[in-house]
T-cell receptor
Framework: ETGVTQTPRHLVMGMTNKKSLKCEQH?????MYWYKQSAKKPLELMFV???????ENNSVPSRFSPECPNSSHLFLHLHTLQPEDSALYLC??????????????FGPGTRLTVT | AQKITQTQPGMFVQEKEAVTLDCTYD???????LFWYKQPSSGEMIFLIY??????QNATEGRYSLNFQKARKSANLVISASQLGDSAMYFC???????????????FGSGTQLTVLP
C-alpha cells in the first residue's frame, strides 16, 4: 500500500451506533488531519495531529473523538451521530504542518451516511 | 481572518482548450501560501500546484500554471490543453495566520466543478 488509505470507504450507521474510521499513511509524514466535506460546503478542518499530539480541534462536537496512536495511524471514533453528520470524511497527512507550507496528501475518504 | 473565494460553481471547457479557474483570497498575513487541489469523483484530493506569497514568478507544473496577481489578491489556476480526465472538482486553498500570533491554518474555498467536453 502506498499513499494514504482510509477504511471503510462507505459506512451507513444509525444514530445510536458506535463506529470508527481508520486512516493510515505510508509516506513517513508527521502530521495527520481529519476533514469533513459536506455537499455544497467548503472543506472543514476538524482535527490536526503533529507527532501524535493533537494541535487543533476546530470546535468539533464531542460525538467525534479522534485518536492518533502513532504518526502513521489516525482514527475517528463516532458515537450518537446526527443525520447532518452525513458527509465525506477525508484524512490527510503532510511532512510538516500544512500551515507551514507543506503540501497535504489526501486519502480517498469515507462516505458516511447517518440514518 | 483569512478567506478564500471561488465564484465559479461550475465551468465547461472543450477538450484541448485552455481554462482558467478563479480564486481570490483575503488575509492580513504578509507571508502566505496558495494551493490548488483536484478532487475527482472518486473523492481523493490531489495536490496540483503551490505559490508562495514572496515568489517572484508564477508557479507552473506541467499543464497547470498559477496566475498570481498579488495586488488583486487573486490566484487563478490555468489548465492548458484540457483533457477528459481533467473533469473534477477543483479547490483553491490558502495557508495564512488567522490572527496575529496564531498558528497558520489551511483554509479551502468552496470549489469549482470543471467538465471537459469531448
Amino acid at each position: 500500500e502506498t499513499g494514504v488509505t482510509q477504511t471503510p470507504r462507505h459506512l451507513v450507521m444509525g444514530m445510536t451506533n458506535k463506529k470508527s474510521l481508520k486512516c493510515e499513511q505510508h509516506l513517513g509524514h508527521n502530521a495527520m488531519y481529519w476533514y469533513k466535506q459536506s455537499a455544497k460546503k467548503p472543506l472543514e478542518l476538524m482535527f490536526v495531529y503533529n507527532f501524535k499530539e493533537q494541535t487543533e480541534n476546530n470546535s468539533v462536537p464531542s460525538r467525534f473523538s479522534p485518536e492518533c496512536p502513532n504518526s502513521s495511524h489516525l482514527f475517528l471514533h463516532l458515537h450518537t451521530l446526527q443525520p447532518e453528520d452525513s458527509a465525506l470524511y477525508l484524512c490527510a497527512s503532510s511532512y510538516g504542518l500544512a500551515g507551514s507550507g507543506y503540501e497535504q496528501y489526501f486519502g480517498p475518504g469515507t462516505r458516511l451516511t447517518v440514518t | 481572518a483569512q478567506k478564500i473565494t471561488q465564484t465559479q460553481p461550475g465551468m465547461f471547457v472543450q477538450e484541448k482548450e485552455a481554462v482558467t479557474l478563479d480564486c481570490t483570497y483575503d488575509t492580513s498575513d504578509p507571508s502566505y501560501g496558495l494551493f490548488w487541489y483536484k478532487q475527482p469523483s472518486s473523492g481523493e484530493m490531489i495536490f496540483l500546484i503551490y505559490q508562495g506569497s514572496y515568489d517572484q514568478q508564477n508557479a507552473t507544473e506541467g499543464r497547470y500554471s498559477l496566475n498570481f496577481q498579488k495586488a488583486r489578491k487573486s490566484a487563478n489556476l490555468v489548465i492548458s490543453a484540457s483533457q477528459l480526465g481533467d473533469s473534477a472538482m477543483y479547490f483553491c486553498a490558502m495557508r495564512a495566520k488567522g490572527n496575529e500570533g496564531s498558528a497558520r491554518q489551511l483554509t479551502f474555498g468552496s470549489g469549482t466543478q470543471l467538465t471537459v467536453l469531448p
